[in-house]
Each structure stands twice: as structure tokens, then as C-alpha cells.
């Protein structure tokens, strides 16, 4: 099953802007361009496909779709949380989702059950240097390729930042049409069960929902 998004699972990839400079410098990954971090590049991409191609953006989307299938992607942001705390829900969460015995449980939320495939604490190794980032972000894959990561990012200062990711793979055409937050509202669920972050944060929600 083909996933064209996996940031987190080649370990070519860079996982973050900040890693990319050796890989690109080097011409391993991206192209011959400034290492811009704020998404300059991949406009430019897009209006170079829409020129060649002379159709709108939706039908390049759905004609992508048609042959590889959707994925549903969405990231919820809790921003301005206490360095402390955040390093106690990540260090509870490494510790039971690399747990032997997390592997094969299930999860059911209303009609939906996921079992989980997969686990592990992500690093990323420089193909240039053989410099290993650790801890990069807790993954949870499940049977169906559907996937659960967890980051922490100190970019933000002082304070720091929880970043879920949740992905689900569509192959169907008859599922491209669905609302992002619908379809992967049932991982959302899993995940702030497992992490319990509303109740260890006292928030009521992201900060920021992409």
C-alpha cells in the first residue's frame, strides 16, 4: 500500500526543516534552492505542475487520488505548555506504546476498530555525517496503515509544544469526498485517550489545528 507522505518512515528522510540542510546541500534529497523552511519552494512546484499540466488545482488533486488513493491528514498543536509536564507525558507515552504487550491491542471507537501493528520512538540518521537525531516523534501504526505520532518541539521558546499527528489511507474513490476531521476523528480519540494530555495539561483542546 503505497503511503506518499512518509515523512516518518524513510529513514532518508528528514523529519523536520532543521535536519534537511546536509541532504539538500549535498543534492541526496530536494533540489538546487535556498534552504527555505516557509513553503516558497513548494508553490513554485505547484505552479510549474498547474502550467504544464493547464488544469485547476482540485483536478490534479483528484486525478492523484484516483491512482494512488487519499490520505487524511490533520496535526493538533498544544502549544505554551510546561517543559516539565511535557517531558512526563511523553516519557509515560514512550513507555507504554513501546511496550512488547501494546503491540496487537485494539481500540474500538464507535464502528471502527484499530489494532495496532507498530511501534516505536523514531531517530533519524544524516546519511551525510551519520549524525542520529533521537526521539524525533512516538509512533503507533495500525493494521490498516492508519498512524498515530507524537512529537515534542521546543521551538517555541521556553515553553514547549506537543505536536499529534494522525494520518488514514483511503484507496476507494467512493471515500475522497470525506471531511478530514470526520475520518479521523476516531484516531484523535485513541490518541488523547492514551496520551491523557487534556488531563494532564488542563486544556480543553489544540492550540492550533492544520
Given at each position: ?6 515523512i516518518?518512515?524513510?529513514d532518508?528522510t528528514a523529519?523536520n526543516g532543521s535536519?534537511?540542510g546536509?541532504?539538500i546541500?549535498?543534492?541526496i534529497?530536494g ?8 513553503g ?16 485547476s488545482?482540485e483536478?490534479i488533486?483528484?486525478?492523484h487520488w484516483a491512482?494512488?488513493?487519499?490520505h487524511?491528514y ?5 502549544e505554551g505548555l ?8 511523553m516519557r ?11 503491540i ?9 476498530i484499530?489494532?495496532v ?10 546519511p551525510?555525517d ?8 512516538l509512533r503507533?501504526?495500525?493494521?490498516d496503515?492508519s498512524?498515530?505520532?507524537?512529537r515534542?518541539?521546543?521551538s517555541s521558546g521556553?515553553?514547549?509544544t506537543?505536536?499529534?499527528?494522525a494520518?488514514?489511507y ?6 475522497h469526498?470525506?471531511?478530514?476531521q ?12 492514551i ?5 494532564r ?5 489544540p492550540?492550533v489545528?492544520?
Amino acid at each position: 500500500m503505497p503511503l506518499n507522505s512518509d515523512i516518518f518512515l524513510k529513514d532518508l528522510t528528514a523529519s523536520n526543516g532543521s535536519l534537511s540542510g546536509n541532504v539538500i546541500q549535498l543534492e541526496i534529497q530536494g533540489s538546487d534552492h535556498l534552504r527555505e523552511k516557509d513553503g516558497l519552494w513548494a508553490v513554485l512546484v505547484w505552479l510549474s505542475i498547474i502550467a504544464a499540466r493547464k488544469q485547476s488545482v482540485e483536478e490534479i488533486v483528484r486525478d492523484h487520488w484516483a491512482k494512488y488513493g487519499r490520505h487524511y491528514y490533520c496535526r493538533f498543536d498544544y502549544e505554551g505548555l510546561e517543559p516539565k509536564a511535557t517531558y512526563y507525558i511523553m516519557r509515560d507515552l514512550e513507555a507504554l506504546v513501546t511496550d512488547k504487550s501494546f503491540i496487537g491491542q485494539q481500540f474500538a471507537v464507535g464502528s471502527h476498530i484499530y489494532s495496532v501493528a507498530k511501534t516505536d520512538s523514531f531517530e533519524y540518521v544524516d546519511p551525510v555525517d551519520g549524525t542520529v537525531t533521537k526521539k524525533q516523534g512516538l509512533r503507533i501504526i495500525f493494521s490498516d496503515a492508519s498512524r498515530l505520532i507524537f512529537r515534542l518541539s521546543s521551538s517555541s521558546g521556553v515553553r514547549a509544544t506537543i505536536r499529534l499527528y494522525a494520518e488514514s489511507y483511503e484507496r476507494d474513490p467512493s471515500g475522497h469526498d470525506q471531511e478530514p476531521q470526520a475520518v479521523l476523528s476516531p484516531l484523535i480519540a485513541i490518541a488523547l485517550k492514551i496520551s491523557q494530555i487534556h488531563e494532564r495539561t488542563g486544556r480543553r483542546g489544540p492550540t492550533v489545528i492544520t
